[in-house]
């Protein structure tokens, strides 16, 4: 069985540029390239369609990398939300701040479009003060977004 396999990529990843044609291994092709439309298999049909919307591709790919600069461009160094939320006397939380409270957060107050699906907290928020979000903006760029929690009931 084969190791390894060739793909054309259509859209930045680690394993390269979009609209380049590289050889990663089988696993990380079938597991993840693939499933995420990230990769195509390398075939005849592939390469030579490939061939015809080469540039087409590389465009796609270049907005799509202006559009991730801009974006953290206007999140920018220091950026930082804020979000109320009830909590108790000692400073604990009713409740957590969700991954979608965040990107709700974000997307008011820093005017930059974001999905849970694109925010990283490394432990979950469940009490008042600051904390630290990591957020993805596509073609491998990310930016760090403190997370300000006050008390609503102040």
């Known amino acids: 069985m084969a190791t390894s396999i060739n793909v054309i990529l259509t859209e930045d ?3 390269g540029k979009a609209g380049e044609l ?7 092709a079938r597991n993840f390239l693939l499933p995420k439309k990230i990769a195509l298999v390398a075939d005849e049909y592939n ?3 490939y061939e015809e919307k080469k540039a087409e591709i590389e465009k796609e790919a270049t907005d ?6 801009a974006a953290k461009d206007r999140i920018g160094e220091d950026a930082s939300v804020t979000i109320s939320s009830k909590a108790g006397e000692s400073g604990k939380l009713f409740g957590a701040i969700t ?14 479009t974001m999905t849970k ?12 003060g600051q904390h630290i979000a990591r957020v993805n903006l596509g073609s491998n760029l990310s930016a760090e977004v403190i997370i ?3 008390n609503e009931n102040n």
């Open 13 to 15: 990843s680690t394993a």
């Open 22 to 28: 590289v050889k990663v291994r089988m696993g990380y």
């Open 64 to 69: 799509k990398r202006e559009a991730s600069e």
């Open 99 to 112: 991954k979608e409270r965040i990107a709700e957060a974000i997307t008011k107050q820093l005017k930059v």
């Open 148 to 150: 300000k929690v006050e």
């Open 117 to 128: 699906e694109n925010i990283t907290i490394p432990n979950p928020i469940k009490a008042l």
């Open 47 to 49: 390469i030579k369609r």
